[in-house]
């Protein structure tokens, strides 16, 4: 049976400043002093799962790697922090990266029974092939309407989740497109 919890293990000072840090970019709002040590304790912790390769790899590739970036055109989502003028250690620190540490550390950020039933899913497949993408994309994309997610975030996290479950990262852009198909709820 595979393992649905994702979170990494960690290093008793990585618990600590993952206690201490923010996911949420906008819970500094006009505390600039706060956002600061959110900032450093973000690139802090990201240095250490990072010099000790606490990162599983497809996590670190969904970050570096343009086949992990579907619609990237050629470009990772590491590529579009330089684009925008940001070194590694202001990449480390933007507030738009701390969705990517949360995937680094915790997984695709998904309900938990979602999380349990996909997994099953693919868990079913034994090996997964071409053939077994459109059943999955199905299955990703009705897991989405029952739990009324917005498409466009969820097709990332289904992407991810795919990706954690030792899906390629074709078949999981693959996922990743059938659950972006979610038309919204009236």
Do not use: W
């Amino acid at each position: 049976m595979i393992d649905t919890d994702s979170t990494i293990e960690l290093t008793a000072p990585e618990r600590e400043m993952l206690a201490s840090l923010s996911f949420d970019p906008l819970s500094f709002k006009g505390n600039h002093e706060g956002f600061l040590r959110n900032a450093d304790l973000a690139h802090q912790l990201t240095t250490s799962l990072v010099e000790r390769k606490g990162i599983p790899e497809h996590r670190v590739r969904y970050f570096t790697d343009p086949e992990y970036y579907p619609g990237g055109r050629g470009k990772s989502r590491q590529d579009s922090f330089v684009k925008h003028g940001n070194d590694h250690d202001e990449t480390l620190r933007h507030p738009h990266f701390l969705k990517h540490l949360r995937y680094f550390i915790h997984g695709a950020n998904l309900p938990a029974a979602i999380i349990q039933q996909y997994t099953d899913a693919v868990e079913n497949c034994g090996m997964v092939s071409s053939s077994d993408i459109p059943e999955l994309g199905s299955k990703a994309r009705n897991l989405a309407r029952t739990h009324r997610l917005e498409g466009g975030a969820a097709a990332d996290e289904f992407f991810k989740l795919s990706l954690d479950l030792g899906l390629s990262a074709g078949q999981s852009a693959r996922i990743r497109e059938s659950v972006k198909q979610l038309r919204p709820s009236r």
